[in-house]
């Protein structure tokens, strides 16, 4: 069966210092990658998304990246963190092809001071 | 563009009775699929149903069934004899049939359970 990992799982970072967030999926192959961000309260805000190695899709312009340097890896980075990046980060994957749903990792809570 | 609105910020209802969350979308699309997730306090995202636009059938997982109006572009969850391990916050979300990623979400309904 398929599993997603992120870690951390909580993380706190004074403004201004870089940010790497890392997400893992284990027993799939290609799948589509996504990274989404809930502010407190709110729904869901899809930042990034993935179909394969080095290819990577921004939906919203901010100062945070996407990499993706395997097929089963995909990383969110920022170089200098701001108070507004503060919120649940949360991964997803979907099986490359299918139109199965998204299934989600158990998030990162950030907090940027 | 497509919206997804949940009208209802929060409900409550008692231990073993039934709920009703609703939802509405706009598209002009024909062929789509639609979610509800489900969002604990540890904020893990749970899928709770799909429903795809092309089938006429509602979806039922166990307690959770969905009333699907088409025409209406409404898409409500039902949760039968409501257990204390439901209360979280649900989301509905919609997905166009050629989409490779857009999942567009509601804000969420938060549900309480009263023992």
């Known amino acids: 069966s398929q599993t997603i990992h992120q870690w951390p799982a909580t993380l706190v970072q004074p403004v201004g210092s870089p940010l790497s967030l890392e997400c893992t999926v284990e027993g799939t192959s290609n799948p589509n990658l996504y990274w989404y961000r809930q502010a407190a309260g709110r729904g869901l805000q899809l930042l990034f998304y993935?179909?394969?190695?080095?290819?990577i899709s921004s939906e919203v312009p901010q100062n945070l990246s996407a990499s993706r340097p395997q097929d089963r890896q995909f990383i969110l980075s920022s170089k200098k963190l701001l108070l507004s990046d503060s919120g649940f980060y949360l991964c997803?994957?979907?099986?490359?092809?299918?139109?199965?749903?998204?299934?989600f990792g158990p998030g990162t809570r950030l907090l940027v001071l | 563009a497509q919206t997804v609105t949940q009208s209802q910020p929060e409900m409550s209802v008692q231990e073993a009775e039934t709920v009703t969350l609703s939802c509405t979308y706009d598209t002009s699309e024909s062929d789509y699929y639609l979610f509800w997730y489900k969002q604990p306090p540890s904020r893990q995202m749970i899928l709770v149903i799909r429903q795809e636009a092309y089938k006429q059938q509602n979806a039922t997982e166990n307690r959770f069934s969905v009333n699907f109006q088409k025409a209406a572009k409404s898409f409500s969850l039902k949760i039968s004899d409501s257990q204390l391990g439901d209360a979280a916050m649900y989301f509905c979300a919609y997905r166009r049939d050629d989409s490779n990623y857009q999942l567009i979400w509601g804000a969420g309904t938060k549900l309480i359970i009263k023992p």
């Open positions: 997803a994957w979907r099986e490359l092809g299918t139109k199965e749903t998204q299934y």
């Open positions: 993935s179909v394969g190695i080095g290819q």
